[in-house]
């Protein structure tokens, strides 16, 4: 048992608990330094909400179990000099990850990928499928189909759109025939869900105003099981809620 001598005074307390709260506040900033900070907006109108690229950012960020915080921009954000440091075209999204400065999807999303093995097979075949999938989400797919979603949601009445469309489908088509033909019987793309797949449902998700992806069963059961992912959910959630907390007024 301690003497009464032996016991700290008040004074000498205090000042370890002073001690004690100031190491707690310097390891909270030093963490949220390190916190992957992801660039998104702030509001969109609901023709697109849910498909703003940095839903594949939030995704990965859940597939591989990497906290984030969202710093959310509106317009005169974008255009900013100091935005367009981090992401030359003044786009979304963009991140910050202990000192690395990342725009474009597609490039962020590897980013994680290759510290994931939730997102990227660790094997050198399955990583060179993973990256295959990854190239032909964004260049093989996703043009085609972005063009015809924007004719259908930005141009519709337009008398050069009209002309266009017919043309636009048929193209996407070809694409979503092609890869129903890969896919088969498959659950995903390859013998797991990868980062590919992540991308791929995400292009397909662009669709979602037309019946087309409808029309081949396995794509539309593909990409509903991958959308039905927790971490799908999750992600979507939270831009959801974003756009929600920063909806303008109605008149």
């Not at 367009?84 to 999807?105: C, N, T, Y």
Request: with cysteine; net charge neutral; hydrophobic share 45%.
């Amino acid at each position: 048992m301690y003497g009464i001598s032996s016991l700290p005074s008040s004074s000498k307390r205090e000042d370890v608990l002073e001690h004690l709260l100031m190491r707690v506040k310097i390891a909270l900033l030093e963490r949220r330094d390190r916190m992957i900070k992801l660039y998104a907006l702030r509001w969109v109108p609901p023709t697109i909400q849910g498909l703003v690229r940095d839903l594949r950012v939030r995704w990965a960020l859940e597939e591989a179990g990497m906290p984030y915080e969202e710093v959310l921009l509106g317009p005169d954000d974008q255009r900013s000099e100091a935005y367009r440091k981090l992401q030359p075209f003044g786009q979304v999204p963009a991140i910050e990850d202990e000192g690395l400065k990342l725009f474009e999807s597609g490039a962020i999303v590897l980013h994680f990928a290759e510290r994931s093995e939730a997102l990227m097979p660790r094997d050198p075949v399955g990583r060179a499928r993973m990256h295959a999938w990854m190239f032909a989400a964004v260049n093989s797919i996703e043009p085609a189909i972005i063009n015809l979603a924007q004719v259908d949601l930005l141009y519709k009445d337009e008398e050069w759109a009209k002309i266009r469309r017919p043309a636009l489908v048929d193209l996407v088509m070809n694409r979503l025939t092609s890869l129903s033909t890969w896919l088969g019987d498959r659950d995903y793309l390859e013998d797991r869900f990868t980062a590919g797949d992540l991308l791929v449902t995400t292009v397909l998700r662009m669709l979602r105003h037309t019946e087309l992806v409808a029309q081949f069963p396995n794509l539309e059961a593909y990409r509903k099981r991958c959308e039905a992912r927790p971490a799908f959910q999750r992600a979507l959630e939270a831009q959801m809620a974003a756009f929600a907390k920063h909806a303008p007024p109605q008149p």
